[in-house]
């Protein structure tokens, strides 16, 4: 397959979307926000915990749609469980500048190493809005979802 | 299906698919296979330069000067609306509105003839298998009117249950709103049943045709048809026009909806009169270049041998449907006798937005997602699927590629 291929279905990617991590709904959740892409239907669910200075204390998800969407949201809740609130700000907005291909030198090393096989998506323009949906989502939560 | 040799002796696939540049180019590196058609087909090469002379020769506005270049142009606009009355078989000129597509056509019924008339409880019956553009306009007039609307299930092969259709129609039923091709399942709605059922109990019934007039022929007169919707774009035309196709004695009674130029006859402080159908509804200036294309697509079409290119295209659905059926990890969603050449399928474990890009990069484009179908999706329960729609300029390569793409997208994604 072509290089362009290798590098947005990595097996770390496919891992993800076979097994999320985290995966289910959450009944003591604090704060939760629901999804939707309406061009292809995908959707997903974030459920968090945040402490009162708004570390995540915990996070989980739950949804449908494509391996990308999948995978981005199944990482996303595997590296913001435990992270402050300054911490998960710049971990999303790290993201988001990967992902469009644009410079994400203010990520952590060890975040941007984790997060580097999300990169192959800028060159699939059509599919950044698959990856982005989860963070998008965890935002509103945080923004907007207290339950 | 027709024998090979019968399809080649009246319709030549290979020569035709020389008629549209684009399909020489290549994407990714690789010959494009453009199986996307039904979302919008590509127009030949006669189409653009059409439109290219009509507007480097005789453009002007239509209907409004007296100079030379006007009066060219409103021939030229006129003489594409006979075009359409006659791909149609419509009775008059006067019965063809000209749209921006088959949406704004389908508005134009619901806002000018149902809304006036239209009572709390009076009920429009309309498929599962709508396309949003046939469902939005109805449910504006369950919102604001009270109108209710019935829906009519589909077989699990796809296929519309006409007795239930017919069972639907009550005293209540003020139209019957039908697609005469699913975008998503290829079935084709009997349209003269139904129209036969709708009339015996006073109900009127607009077809949506953007698919299907593509694919088969239209005799409005021969279906006794109330509304009959096209699109340019699908018809290997431009993209901005489409039309309406309403009896007589409808548009006469249809309040106006666009109010503007053109479409009046007398305008004072005080009042205003109206012009006749069909430019009561055609305010403002028109798609023109747009409609001397659209009047070339469908003479590029109508030049061919139809039966044979619905053949042609037929010999192309079963050609895949018989290679997918290698695929025990595909289900084919949509198989209803006789239905046209679109095919829809779900694959195990993969999305369809992963198989369309991972078919896109083989140079093959197909539509993924809900096809603007939601009702339907939900009826399927799937959330969205990948569909291959074939047109007249498709082969069996195209398949053969499409075959080898979902091996492919599997080995990656499987």
């Not at chain 1, 969407?69 to 988001?96: C, H, I, N, W, Y």
């Not at chain 1, 030198?105 to 800028?122: A, K």
Request: with cysteine; hydrophobic share 40%.
């Amino acid at each position: 397959m072509d290089n362009a291929l290798r590098e947005l279905y990595q097996e770390v990617i496919l891992d993800h979307s076979r097994h999320p991590r985290h995966y289910g709904s959450m009944d003591n959740a604090s704060h939760k926000a629901e999804g939707y892409n309406p061009l292809c239907g995908d959707k997903v669910t974030v459920y968090l915990q945040l402490d009162a200075d708004g570390r995540v204390s915990d996070i989980k998800f739950e949804g449908k749609g494509c391996a990308i969407s999948q995978a981005s949201a199944s990482m996303m809740v595997d590296m913001l469980k435990g992270r402050t609130a300054a911490e998960a700000d710049r971990l999303m907005k790290g993201f988001l500048h990967l992902v469009k291909g644009e410079d994400a030198s203010d990520l952590p090393e060890d975040d941007r190493e984790r997060l580097e096989v999300m990169g192959g998506i800028s060159a699939f323009p059509m599919r950044v809005k698959c990856a982005t949906l989860a963070w998008h989502t965890y935002k509103n939560a945080v923004e907007e979802g207290a339950t | 299906m027709m024998a090979q040799g019968k399809i080649a002796a009246s319709f030549d696939a290979e020569k035709a698919r020389a008629d549209f540049t684009i399909l020489s180019r290549q994407v990714y590196g690789k010959p494009l296979v453009y199986l996307d058609s039904g979302a919008s087909a590509q127009k030949p090469d006669m189409v653009l330069d059409t439109m290219r002379d009509f507007a480097t020769s005789e453009y002007a506005n239509v209907h409004r000067g007296v100079h030379f270049l006007s009066a060219a142009a409103t021939d030229r606009y006129e003489a594409a609306r006979r075009t359409v009355q006659k791909f149609l078989g419509a009775a008059s000129e006067e019965e063809i509105v000209f749209t921006k597509g088959g949406t704004e056509a389908i508005n134009l019924v619901a806002y000018s003839h149902l809304m006036p008339v239209i009572q709390p409880g009076d009920e429009i019956v309309l498929s599962v298998m709508e396309h949003h553009s046939n469902i939005v306009p109805w449910h504006f007039l369950r919102e604001r009117q009270g109108a209710v609307l019935r829906w009519v299930d589909v077989r699990d092969d796809g296929s519309l249950d006409i007795e239930a259709l017919d069972a639907a129609i009550g005293p209540k039923t003020k139209l019957v709103a039908i697609t005469h091709m699913s975008n998503v399942l290829g079935t084709i709605a009997p349209l003269k049943d139904i129209v036969a059922r709708a009339h015996a109990k006073g109900a009127l019934v607009l077809a949506d045709g953007c698919q299907g007039a593509v694919h088969e022929k239209v005799d409005v007169q021969a279906l006794d048809i109330d509304f009959y919707v096209i699109t340019g774009h699908k018809l290997y035309g431009p993209t901005g026009i489409g039309a309406l196709y309403a009896k007589k004695a409808h548009l006469k009674t249809m309040r106006p909806f666009n109010g503007g130029g053109e479409m009046i006859r007398e305008v004072s402080k005080e009042r205003i009169t109206y012009a006749d159908p069909p430019a009561r509804f055609e305010a403002g200036t028109p798609p023109i270049i747009e409609s001397v294309g659209l009047a070339a697509a469908l003479d590029y079409l109508t030049g061919l041998d139809r039966v044979a290119v619905a053949a042609h295209e037929q010999d192309l659905l079963a050609y895949a449907r018989q290679q997918v059926r290698q695929f025990n990890w595909l289900r084919v969603i949509g198989d209803a006798p006789g239905k046209g050449a679109i095919l829809s399928f779900e694959a195990d474990g993969m999305h369809a937005h992963d198989l369309a890009t991972i078919l896109d990069r083989e140079g093959v484009a197909v539509r993924a997602g809900h096809h603007c179908a939601q009702v339907l999706m939900e009826r399927f329960g799937v959330a969205s699927t990948s569909r291959a729609s074939f047109a007249l300029y498709n082969n069996r390569s195209d398949v053969d590629a499409l075959v080898a793409g979902l091996s492919k997208a599997r080995g990656i994604l499987g």
